[in-house]
C-alpha cells in the first residue's frame, strides 16, 4: 500500500498542480469553486438539509424531491445543497 504525503502549507502550488481543470466540465469547474469557498461551506453547514424523497416516475425514472425550501442554497443558484 503506498503511503500518502502531505504538503506542507508554506509550499506555493505550481501551475501544474491545476492542469487537471482543463479536463473538466463548466458544472465541475462551478463545483469547484463552491466547494473551496468558505461563504457557501458556512450556508451549506447551517442548512443541514436531510435526505431527499425519491419519486419514481412512470418511466422508471427517479426524481429526488427536497422535503423543504432551501433559500441560503437558492442564494447561490441552486435548489438544495448537495
Same mark, same amino acid.
Given at each position: 500500500?503506498?503511503? +500518502?504525503? #502531505?504538503?506542507?502549507?508554506?509550499? /506555493? ?8 481543470? *482543463?479536463f473538466?466540465?463548466?458544472? &465541475?469547474?462551478?463545483?469547484?469553486? +463552491? *466547494?473551496?469557498?468558505?461563504?457557501? #461551506? @458556512?450556508?451549506?453547514?447551517? =442548512?443541514?438539509?436531510? &435526505?431527499?424523497q ?9 426524481? +429526488?424531491? =427536497?422535503?423543504? #425550501?432551501?433559500? *441560503? @442554497?437558492? =442564494?447561490?443558484? +441552486?435548489? /438544495?445543497? &448537495?
Amino acid at each position: 500500500m503506498a503511503a +500518502l504525503t #502531505r504538503t506542507p502549507a508554506s509550499v /506555493t502550488p505550481t501551475i501544474g498542480d491545476y492542469d487537471y481543470i *482543463r479536463f473538466l466540465t463548466r458544472s &465541475r469547474v462551478a463545483w469547484e469553486y +463552491l *466547494r473551496r469557498n468558505p461563504d457557501y #461551506r @458556512a450556508d451549506w453547514q447551517t =442548512a443541514k438539509p436531510g &435526505r431527499p424523497q425519491p419519486i419514481t416516475m412512470i418511466d422508471e425514472s427517479v426524481v +429526488l424531491r =427536497a422535503r423543504r #425550501r432551501y433559500v *441560503r @442554497a437558492e =442564494a447561490w443558484g +441552486l435548489c /438544495t445543497f &448537495r
